[in-house]
């Protein structure tokens, strides 16, 4: 039913290995902000945990949408040295509570009627389940649960991606916070993975539909196609979520690049270059800056995607109609 087609993915490579990843990329205040490292380590704990689906979270004033949005709330909370990271803070407070601090902080006029920041039940739930399962298990220290890793994502059951799975926000079978979380941590200097050969490509819907699109996977089956141009609801992403990880262990591979850091070309190029009206069709990326312009070294504005010459959806209908797929999940 879907398969990935390696040599477009080895055209895919060679295009991406013609750039550098910008430092002032790992420069941004998030990564950088000086503070206690056990309260930066649980700010993106916590911000990672609850970074899903995040269609309508936006600060329009602010030109902040999605993550960007996240971040530079979390960003402020930490410079303010914010209860809200203390040990036990959200342990001890009802859902109500924390609701009410919350919507403030996703809110452009801080009118908690106008909080973009949806589904805060599901949200404050896996927050609360992060504290305690740190009180529970370490002591309320993520200082604590880090060095039992062993810096390793599989370490006979104490790896990151072993501990972490057991958290309802982090139970993704193909890892995604996870694999993200950790490549927060290393950006930020916290954590060396000793185990990169068992890094498992982080894979959101924006990746997703870039893959697609650029013909690197292949839906064969018509039935899927028509869902997934139809934007229907499915019962699974497994297939295509699948395959698209296989995809992008042969673009790193042929690339150069590490598998975290395809995460820094393909999301940005995604939300930005090819998302509801792809730059190809109007000319202009969708997020003005461009979000990849940010990460590599292309004009801010700039009028061709960097995919041009090898994508399959850059000419051809059938590929240019691809959507990722719908389905109702909190994996990312």
């Known amino acids: 039913m879907v398969s990935v ?19 002032e990329f790992y420069n941004r205040s998030f990564i950088t902000v000086r503070t206690n490292k056990e309260r930066k380590l649980r700010a993106y704990f ?31 909370l930490l410079k303010e040295e914010s209860e809200f990271f203390n040990r036990g803070f959200l342990v001890s407070r009802s859902t109500k509570e924390i ?13 908690t009627a106008n909080c973009t920041l949806d589904n805060l039940d599901e949200r404050i739930k896996f927050l609360k389940e992060i504290d305690l399962f740190l009180e529970e298990k370490y ?9 039992k890793t062993g810096y390793k994502l599989i370490n006979s059951g104490k ?39 068992n890094y498992i490509p982080i894979m959101d819907y ?6 697609l699109r650029l013909g690197c996977v292949d839906v064969n089956d018509k039935d899927l196609y028509e869902d997934l141009i139809n934007k229907k609801e499915l019962s699974s992403d497994e ?50 800056p461009c979000s990849l312009s940010f990460a590599i070294d292309i004009e801010p504005y700039h009028k061709y995607c960097i995919f041009d010459s090898i994508c399959k959806g850059r000419n051809d209908e059938h590929y240019r109609r691809l959507w990722q797929p719908v389905v109702n999940t909190h994996y990312y």
């Open 159 to 197: 790896g990151f991606y072993e501990i972490l799975s057991k958290l309802e926000s982090f139970s993704d079978p193909y890892k995604k916070k996870i694999s993200f979380l950790v490549k927060l941590l290393e950006d930020a200097d916290l954590i060396k993975i000793n185990d990169p050969e």
């Open 206 to 211: 924006h990746m997703q539909r870039v893959l």
């Open 139 to 147: 002591s309320g220290n993520i200082l604590t649960l880090t060095g």
């Open 239 to 288: 297939l295509i979520r699948n395959e698209c990880i296989n995809a992008i262990k042969i673009i790193a591979d042929k690339s150069g690049y590490s598998i975290a850091s395809m995460n820094d070309f393909f999301w940005p190029h995604g939300r930005s270059c090819c998302n509801s009206v792809p730059l190809c069709v109007s000319g202009k990326c969708e997020k003005q």
């Open 99 to 111: 609701e009410s601090f919350i919507r403030p902080l996703f809110s452009a006029d801080r009118n």
């Open 46 to 76: 916590y911000v990672v945990a609850i970074c899903h689906q995040t269609y309508n979270l936006a600060n329009k004033d602010r030109n902040l949408y999605g993550w960007d949005y996240l971040e530079e709330v979390f960003y402020e």
């Open 5 to 23: 087609n390696e040599q477009q993915c080895i055209r895919t490579a060679e295009i991406i290995s013609a750039f550098k990843i910008k430092k």
